[in-house]
């Protein structure tokens, strides 16, 4: 049984969410609540049928796609990724000429604050 089974669950975990994400500094309890809540959010998206279409298209991303969205979405050029290299390492990777190491992935993923195995199994 999930903590979320609904909707109107869903949307109060969010609302609860926004609430302690707020810029306010956490106490131990709240933090370890936002935790729980991020990890059954997520959970909960990874399952329900209305995000069944969404997940399919981010699991059929590449690294080099999922490296464009968040270029995209955060308005980078190759010149805005020290982590990976200078600009043309960076184009190297993103043509598919170059695999990034182990090394870029983990500064990657430090950078955008999501787990180093999105890079990680779209690498391979």
Do not use: W
């Not at 999930?2 to 109060?12: A, F, G, M, V, W």
């Not at 969404?54 to 059929?60: E, M, T």
């Not at 990034?100 to 787990?115: C, N, Q, S, W």
């Amino acid at each position: 049984m999930s903590l979320i089974e609904t909707d109107t669950d869903y949307q109060k975990a969010l609302t609860v969410i926004d609430e302690l994400t707020d810029g306010q500094t956490l106490d131990a309890v709240e933090q370890t609540l936002l935790d729980t809540l991020c990890d059954t959010v997520g959970r909960y998206e990874d399952h329900a049928p209305q995000f069944a279409a969404f997940n399919a298209g981010v699991a059929a991303l590449t690294d080099i796609d999922l490296i464009k969205a968040l270029m995209l979405q955060n308005k980078l050029t190759g010149a805005d990724l020290p982590e990976i290299g200078d600009k043309t390492v960076v184009s190297r990777i993103l043509s598919g000429q170059r695999k990034m190491t182990v090394e870029m992935i983990a500064r990657l993923a430090a950078r955008f604050h999501v787990d180093p195995g999105v890079f990680v199994s779209r690498n391979v």
